[in-house]
């Protein structure tokens, strides 16, 4: 393969990795819209929050894997806690006061993370099992990366499969539509609200476990990724999860493409496109999300 | 143990609000106290840095005042108001940087840039509300901080810029403004103009029809107010606001940073605002006083100091939502 083909094959590939990781901070953030309709602010502190859980783990134990299995739990129960002491009594309140909310606990989860960590970024080596590249067609690129994609695939289908498949998917994607009858029909739908409330912050803190070998583990990781998911969210229509899967995939490929043409300002397009979905269609590219009446 | 608890706070929740009623009574004079206060400020001999911290509380009151015309007396939440307060800073910069401009019309430049900003954005979003709103102008302000923040060759990038301090010059007159205490006056009378203004907006009849859209806007609509013509001009009289805020900040600030355009600093600023009390207009300027105050303390103490930061905002969200003076107004009405 010639040089300058190779650069767009990996470009694509990169944007497919990143695509893949935006997919993954924001089906927590979508879920939890989805069904609480709530902007949760603090998810990129979460997120930051598993990436460093996860170096300090794999630091002491040598074990990635471990990490992957471990951070998500403990975000999750950070998740239950979150949901019991501060979006559980705003309900009666309005959206926009509960995201004001989150937005405090994001600054929150931030300044006790800096506080346990401190500032200095941390190293979160690949695992070795993936350490390795891969040669596809005399194309070669990173295990590691090829493994974020073929996780990121497999949990969206895992996903797909509860929402869909499960009695307990069914009952989330009723409390969906309208949590009330749902509450009328037996369902204990406050439990079913911290269940789904923790199960998107254990993706958030699994997304920072993946994404901590790709980078430095740094304080501002979590501000840094927070309006790129937002922007993945309001794409896909809030609270769909199609939706998000095509967003994401797109805004990856935005970012890297963007990149190698406009350098600088790619990050601009994406905002520039967030702005003209709210405005033009606030139920997302695909007209699958939630957000009709501007509240 | 509980009602000796319940019967303390009573007596004190009574003495606080006679305080409240004498204060509310009145206000004019304390108003003219504080104001005279202010002005005498320099001449106690205070040290530069606090001169400069008194600016910045100033500046940023201001700039908070003018996010509570859209939160407290329009109902729209906006995440970019940093947009804004940047748009004022950077103009003013650059036309003192590349043009040499004495001092008014460098704040002239920024207020007046920031108003055909805020027409220009107000137009497109004040159509929204809720979620979508304050989404968009999170998205607006972005793209806002990624154009100045990239664009180095204008404003310096990541590095900044570092503005020289014009004098003021009018006709037959030209002051030297070096001096911290100098520019102290020179702000000062401004953020009071503004202040001024912002009070005229909101006692004025358009006023009214603000808080009668925040308060229902179906039946605002019924009564005949043109929403979105009201909407846009109190978009666009909070964004000019916050423009000259900016300016004045960079004035006597000397320096400007993409940093100011960042979403983090539109949290900061509502912080500040809902603190002190949306829909209250003086109390996310006390709120804006308090927390510069806060961080100046709180730092030189710790590094950790958005910890609080963060704790006492939720703390008011969840217990207080009408912040320090909305609260204590509610208590003087009983």
């Known amino acids: 393969m010639d040089v300058d083909s190779a650069f767009w094959v990996s470009q694509v590939l990169n944007g497919l990795v990143t695509g893949t990781l935006l997919m993954l901070i924001t089906f927590g953030l979508t879920i939890i819209f989805g069904i609480l309709l709530v902007v949760n602010f603090a998810h990129g502190s979460l997120y930051a929050l598993g990436a460093y859980l996860a170096a300090t783990i794999t630091a002491v134990t040598q074990h990635f894997w471990l990490a992957l299995v471990l951070v998500p739990i403990v975000v999750a129960v950070v998740g239950v806690l979150i949901e019991r002491f501060a979006i559980r009594p705003m309900r009666q309140r309005t959206v926009i006061m509960t995201l004001l909310l989150t937005f405090g606990l994001a600054l929150i989860i931030d300044e006790v993370t800096r506080l346990i960590w401190g500032a200095a970024p941390r190293a979160v080596p690949v695992p070795e099992l993936l350490s390795g590249a891969a040669t596809i067609f005399g194309f070669t690129y990173p295990l590691y990366r090829l493994f974020i994609v073929a996780l990121g695939a497999a949990l969206a289908l895992l996903l797909y499969l509860f929402l869909e498949k499960t009695d307990l998917g069914t009952v989330i ?51 840094d990724i927070i309006v790129d998911a937002f922007v993945v969210l309001v794409l896909g229509g809030l609270g769909s999860l199609r939706g998000t899967v095509m967003a994401a995939l797109l805004v990856g490929q935005v970012r890297m493409l963007g990149a190698a043409v406009i350098s600088e300002y790619s990050s601009v397009l994406t905002f520039v496109l967030m702005a003209g979905v709210l405005l033009v269609r606030p139920r997302g590219l695909l007209n699958l999300g939630r957000l009709d009446d501007g509240h | 143990m509980m009602g000796i608890k319940t019967v303390a706070i009573e007596t004190m929740s009574a003495r606080l609000q006679s305080m409240v009623a004498w204060l509310v009574r009145y206000r004019r004079y304390c108003l003219a106290a504080a104001v005279i206060v202010l002005a005498l400020l320099p001449l106690f001999g205070l040290q530069k840095y606090y001169v400069r911290l008194v600016m910045e509380m100033l500046t940023y009151g201001l700039w908070a005042i003018s996010l509570d015309i859209m939160i407290g007396f329009t109902g729209l939440v906006s995440f970019g108001h940093a947009a804004f307060f940047g748009l004022g800073v950077y103009s003013t910069a650059i036309l003192i940087t590349k043009t040499g401009v004495s001092l008014l019309p460098a704040l002239l430049g920024g207020v007046a840039l920031s108003l055909v900003a805020a ?89 009214a029809a603000l808080v009668a859209i925040r308060e229902n806007q179906a039946r605002a609509e019924c009564v005949g107010y043109n929403i979105f013509r009201y909407k846009l001009l109190a978009f666009t009289i909070s964004g000019t606001l916050a423009g000259m805020a900016g300016s004045l900040y960079v004035i006597f600030q000397g320096f400007a940073s993409p940093d100011l355009l960042h979403w983090s600093s539109s949290g900061q600023v509502l912080i500040m605002t809902i603190l002190g009390g949306v829909g209250t207009l003086y109390g996310p300027f006390i709120g804006a006083g308090l927390i510069v105050l806060l961080q100046d303390k709180l730092s030189s103490l710790t590094e950790h100091w958005m910890l609080p930061l963060g704790l006492i905002f939720v703390l008011v969200i969840r217990f207080l939502p009408k912040g320090l003076l909305g609260m204590v107004r509610l208590g003087s009405q009983r």
């Open chain 1, 173 to 223: 994607r009723a409390a969906s539509s309208d949590a009330e009858i749902v509450q009328v029909m037996g369902i204990n739908t406050s439990l079913l609200f911290t269940c789904v409330f923790a199960l998107g912050c254990g993706l958030a803190g699994l997304s920072g476990v993946i994404a901590a070998p790709l980078q430095t583990v740094g304080p501002s990781m979590g501000t």
């Open chain 2, 119 to 207: 027409v220009l954005i107000g137009i497109v979003i004040v159509r929204l509300s809720g979620i979508a709103f304050a989404l968009l102008t999170l998205a607006s302000s972005m793209i806002l901080f990624t154009v100045f923040w990239r664009w180095s060759a204008l404003t310096g990038g990541d590095d900044g810029m570092s503005v020289p301090r014009p004098d003021l010059k009018l006709p037959g007159l030209s002051l030297n403004m070096q001096a911290d205490t100098s520019v102290y006056w020179f702000v000062l009378a401004m953020v009071l103009l503004g202040i001024y203004l912002a009070q005229r907006v909101v006692n004025s009849p358009a006023g």
